[in-house]
């Protein structure tokens, strides 16, 4: 492939063109990236995919976005910009499904587009997703790149923590996740709603169970417990709910059993035989999450702390009692995962992708048995 490549943008809001929530911002990487051309961005919203195309236009990258246009249908893109490669950012009911409008993997598959796509992959039980699953593992081997945004897999951190795990030898015995969202500021109501959001186990402390997964190994999904608070106990009550866009308070209008819970707790067994637990939270206020990843061996004990932010690890080594803090605030891992796609779209070599989907899904249906296990349900 020569000449600079043609990408379109599915979805015109935070994940892709970047907000005060948090860093990510696929533009603005493939920005840095070079090589490349916006030729496309849909959006329902168009107003908002001209919004974000008139500032893109007058920002230093101008010149990348000249020829884009916004298009209220993806369909419609797809045939009149013919990109070669999209980003599906789009909230987690709006895409993975069959039909339209949710079809955007399948009619991408089908027009022999590559994806980058943004967890998770959809909002339904994972039994529901098996026809995509199937028509993207078939599209991976003809070829097509299908990357899945498990942004923290190209961390620097993480991959010194595989490092030392490789080299202390004895595997991990433990894996001990917490995030704790600030709830105060989400502004979106599909976010509160468990049928359009997935749930915040599936939505958002899914990049936590997916590190779980790449460290810990496989786990036994018979073997996840969860609770949760419950959604008529007092503990539900939460006395900072932002005011939302269609102009209620929190989730005031979403039935209680779908509400998105305040707590969940889970514990579960990896194939290993080590044991792992996740604690997530939708209980801060402000717009600061706080997350931690512990993990234990024989021996030694890692965290890794605010992933998102001024990003740490602290490594206590076998045979050592001292705990050394590494440093790692200037990694960029959203711009490491968008190089790794756009090369091996370019290359047609897909091994630097970290997060296929079929791997993704793993994580998807992990993020359900604790979902699931915390409604009191069982897996099937
Ligand atoms: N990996 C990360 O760190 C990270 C960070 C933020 C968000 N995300 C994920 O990205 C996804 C999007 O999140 P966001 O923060 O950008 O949400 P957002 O609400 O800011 O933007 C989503 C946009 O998608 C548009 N949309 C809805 N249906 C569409 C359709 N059929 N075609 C085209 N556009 C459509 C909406 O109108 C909206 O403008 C979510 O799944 C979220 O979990 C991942």
């Given at each position: ?338 190089q790794a796609f756009?090369h091996a779209?370019?290359?047609?070599d897909a091994s630097g992708i970290r ?26």
């Amino acid at each position: 492939m020569s000449g600079e490549l043609r990408i379109a943008l599915i979805g015109a809001g935070g994940v892709n063109f970047g907000g005060a929530e948090g860093p990510w911002d696929h533009a603005s990487r493939l920005e840095q990236v070079g090589g490349v051309v916006v030729v496309g961005v849909a959006d329902p919203d168009t107003k908002r995919a001209q919004r974000v195309l008139a500032a893109r236009r007058a920002g230093p990258a101008g010149a990348m976005y000249a020829s884009a246009a916004a298009f209220a249908d993806f369909h419609e893109m797809l045939s009149a910009v013919r990109p070669e490669a999209v980003f599906i950012g789009v909230p987690p009911h709006a895409h993975g499904a069959t039909q339209p409008p949710g079809d955007m993997e399948l009619a991408c598959a089908a027009a022999g587009v590559h994806m980058f796509l943004e967890k998770p992959l959809g909002s339904v039980p994972p039994e529901e997703l098996a026809p995509v699953a199937e028509a993207l593992a078939k599209a991976a081997e003809a070829g097509l790149v299908i990357s899945v945004g498990y942004v923290f897999r190209y961390s620097r951190a993480v991959e010194t923590m595989q490092r030392i795990l490789d080299e202390a030898g004895g595997g991990v015995r433990a894996v001990i996740a917490r995030y704790d969202c600030a709830y105060s500021e989400i502004r979106k109501t599909e976010w509160w709603d468990v049928r359009t959001s997935g749930g915040p186990i599936v939505e958002q402390a899914t990049h936590f169970v997916d590190l779980s997964r790449l460290l810990g190994g496989e786990a036994e999904l018979d073997s996840v417990q969860a609770v949760r608070i419950d959604p008529h106990s007092p503990a539900a009550e939460l006395a900072d709910m932002p005011v939302l866009t269609d102009g209620t308070r929190g989730d005031q209008t979403v039935p209680a059993e779908f509400r998105a819970p305040r707590t969940t707790a889970a514990v579960w067994r990896f194939e290993s035989g080590a044991v792992g637990s996740l604690t997530h939270g939708t209980l801060l206020h402000g717009q600061k999450y706080e997350s931690e990843l512990e993990i234990w061996g024989d021996g030694l004990r890692m965290v890794l702390a605010d992933p998102y932010g001024d990003c740490r690890l602290m490594v206590r080594r076998p045979h050592s009692e001292r705990t050394e803090t590494i440093p790692f605030g200037d990694d960029d891992p959203y711009l490491s995962e968008v190089q790794a796609f756009i090369h091996a779209v370019r290359s047609g070599d897909a091994s630097g992708i970290r997060s296929p989907y079929a791997d993704a899904l793993r994580t998807y249906e992990l993020t359900w048995a604790i979902r699931r296990a915390s409604e009191g349900k069982c897996r099937h």
